[in-house]
């Protein structure tokens, strides 16, 4: 603290309290002075002490970064909604110098904000998430000295879904009591929403990520003897989407005991055979085993996965073209209860296929089996013969999907027969022809065609190729391509259907096929139908247009 002293001295020239003039000048003077001294020497204090608020320049830390240019890049930063992605600013200054940054909006986050003693800096940038379906911008602030540069960061608006998405489509419960499972559903957005089902369950639903996916868990309240399936869905605005909530049946134990009824359990066949059907009841919900004593009596479905009460057992019976009648026995067996039925037919069998055709005559090409004469369902070679789909034995007036036998339309899944089923139940030369012919396998296709020469031709107007093989015999196979709806020829294309499956995808089966421009291998849809030229091992099994040796009747 300075303290100023003052004395003022007045002198009177006489002895009365009457100041003279010139004692009143002294005195206005003295005062005067002291006014202007005082002054003086606060003077500095106050300069000092006066601020210049928040928008007074800055006093940088380092003299140098006076006139120091500044540039900052990008001048915009564009960042993702979902707030997990980084992003950074460059800032270089002509000369070292000090710098610091500020963003304009709280939800922009920056690091390594300011610095001192470089004139190269890095400053990180993150966004929080951004819920909202606009995008944002901050303004980003970058001081030096006197030098003010401006960027910008945008953040993108969050994506809204176009659609309900759900997952799984098809929930599966086990038939205990306090079986639960979930499903995970992805909304348009986080609005309102609706949710449709049955009070046959109890349900939980989970809202996670700000309201725009559910869990929605189901747990059993109820046994049942039977699968039951329920049908859900889920509404959001205009948008709907449907899923599926199955509960299995409650599992019976293998040694449970069962009431099996069979009807008819007696079939009569006559000699050139067919189709035979019986109804099989349960007392209660069990997975069913067919079996048969006899190759020419084959159950079309033999293993009931799926418990039921009720089964429908199709029989198929080869043509008996010996002279004796035969008997074979049905058995079907759920738990460690069997019940069984007869099926007898009488022999002397001749005549025609039902299929259309007779056995043809098997050829020698001088590979690892022969090959047939003709196509399944054909009385010569230059005749198409039958359309079959993998797997079914008997041609249709259509092929698709939906009257596929081995599709399931509600689950949109392919039964598994196997890789190969050449020579099995499923096989149609086998039905037709008898246990001595077969569909040809992949394998047997890659030989004939790697081993044989091809050769475009036509017999009696038909398109077709010839093949010979390494011992110089031949056969004539006619271009029918493949059916899928209509059967309809396209008699530039030969295919040939394999026992094989495409074990990667059941859904395809692989066959011969042969154009002008390639020959080899087709990848197929199983629902398609496509013409068959079984193959035997046997010397000869056919009398090229006589007596069948094999077959069945199917409607007749």
């Known amino acids: 603290m300075v303290y100023f002293h003052v004395i003022i001295n007045i002198r009177r020239t006489n002895k009365t309290n009457i100041m ?10 003295q005062v005067c002075w002291t006014f202007v001294t005082v002054y003086l020497c606060l003077m500095p204090f106050c300069m000092s002490g006066c601020g210049g608020g928040e928008d007074s320049p800055i006093i940088p830390d380092n003299p140098a970064t006076e006139n120091n240019k500044m540039a900052v890049s990008p001048d915009t930063l564009y960042l993702k909604a979902d707030g997990k992605e980084k992003g950074s600013f460059q800032v270089k200054l002509q000369k070292t110098g000090s710098f610091f940054a500020k963003a304009e909006k709280d ?15 890095t400053v990180s940038v993150k966004a929080e998430p951004n819920t909202q379906e606009a995008s944002r911008t901050s303004r980003i602030s970058f001081y030096s000295g006197e030098h003010t540069e401006y960027a910008y960061v945008v953040q993108k ?10 997952t799984p489509d098809t929930l599966y419960l086990d ?14 957005d986080n609005t309102t929403y609706d949710i449709g089902g049955t009070s046959h369950f109890e349900r939980e639903v989970v809202e996670e990520e700000d309201g725009k996916v559910l869990k929605i868990t189901y747990t059993v309240k109820y046994e049942s003897k039977e699968d039951l399936i329920f049908k859900m869905g889920v509404q959001q605005h205009d948008k709907q989407k449907f899923y599926y909530v199955c509960q299995k049946a409650k ?8 009431n099996i009824t069979i009807s008819p359990n007696v079939h009569d066949v006559e000699a050139r055979g067919g189709e035979v059907f019986s109804l099989i009841e349960l007392d209660n919900q069990s997975a069913v085993t067919v079996t048969s004593d006899a190759a020419w009596c084959i159950p079309r479905d033999a293993n009931f996965e799926r418990p039921a009460t009720q089964f429908k057992l199709y029989m198929q019976v ?3 073209v010996g002279d004796e009648p035969r008997t074979a026995t049905v058995t079907v067996k759920a738990g460690s209860s069997t019940q069984t039925c007869t099926v007898t037919q009488q022999g002397g069998y001749e005549g025609k296929l039902s299929i259309g055709g007779y056995v043809a005559e098997a ?31 008997n041609p249709k007036s259509t092929y698709s999907d939906d009257n596929y036998k081995y599709y399931d339309t509600t689950y949109a899944t392919y039964t598994d027969l196997g890789e190969n089923i050449s020579g099995t139940q499923y096989d149609a030369a086998r039905v037709h022809w008898g246990e001595e012919w077969r569909m040809p396998t992949k394998d047997e296709m890659q030989e004939f065609y790697k081993k044989c020469t091809i050769e475009w031709t036509r017999i009696n107007n038909m398109n077709g190729v010839k093949i010979t093989g390494p011992n110089g015999n031949s056969i004539f196979l006619p271009a029918g391509g493949t059916a899928f709806g209509k059967p309809n020829p396209k008699y530039d294309v030969v295919n040939i259907l394999s026992g094989t499956v495409r074990t990667e995808n059941i859904a395809n089966a692989w066959s011969l096929h042969i154009t002008s421009t390639y020959t080899g291998y087709l990848l197929g849809g199983r629902t398609s139908g496509v013409p068959i030229r079984p193959v035997t091992k046997s010397a000869n099994t056919g009398q090229g247009g006589g007596q069948a040796g094999g077959g069945i009747v199917n409607g007749e």
């Open 20 to 29: 003279s003039k010139n004692e009143i000048k002294t005195m206005i003077s």
């Open 107 to 121: 939800w922009c986050k920056l690091d390594n904000a300011d610095g001192n003693g470089s004139s190269a800096y």
């Open 157 to 166: 608006a969050v994506e809204k879904a176009k659609e309900i998405t759900i």
């Open 175 to 188: 038939g205990e009591i306090g079986s639960k499972g979930t499903v995970t559903v992805h909304l348009i």
């Open 251 to 258: 599992k019976q134990a293998e040694g449970d005991q069962y």
């Open 318 to 320: 080869y043509a008996n």
């Open 363 to 393: 050829v020698d090409l001088g590979l690892s089996v022969k090959w047939a004469a003709h196509n399944l369902g054909a009385t010569k070679e230059d005749e198409i013969g039958a359309y079959f789909a993998w797997g079914e034995v």
